[in-house]
């Protein structure tokens, strides 16, 4: 856990969040500032500061976030589609460095992002 972390604060219960998932690993709950109608947000209870940051021993973490996108995405009625995204560094849009996954649906999504 890193002190100064939103994240890390909300996985230790110092700030409360809409919790859909939670298990020893992850948690998934519904973001504050939503960009489309359904908007979760996927965190792995291990702070990992981003993307760049993952290695070889955190392959099955990055497959166990995907699977759980994919399962609530389904769980929320997204059958025409869903976005899975992460962004890494600041460039790319990552405002919270604990690594998290944006399970995005509900709206026609446009290309390129951004």
Request: proline share 6%; aromatic share 6%.
């Amino acid at each position: 856990m890193t002190q100064a972390c939103i994240f890390c604060k909300i996985i230790a219960g110092d700030i409360p969040a809409k919790l859909i998932y939670e298990d020893d690993a992850m948690l998934a709950f519904h973001d504050i500032s939503p960009v489309a109608p359904t908007h979760i947000l996927v965190i792995p209870r291990k702070h990992i500061a981003g993307p760049a940051a993952l290695t070889q021993a955190d392959e099955t973490l990055m497959g166990k976030m995907v699977n759980l996108g994919n399962d609530l995405a389904a769980k929320a009625g997204l059958q025409d589609g869903f976005r899975l995204v992460m962004n890494n560094g600041e460039s790319a849009g990552q405002t919270v460095f604990h690594l998290h996954l944006h399970v995005l649906g509900g709206r026609v999504m446009t290309w390129p992002p951004g």
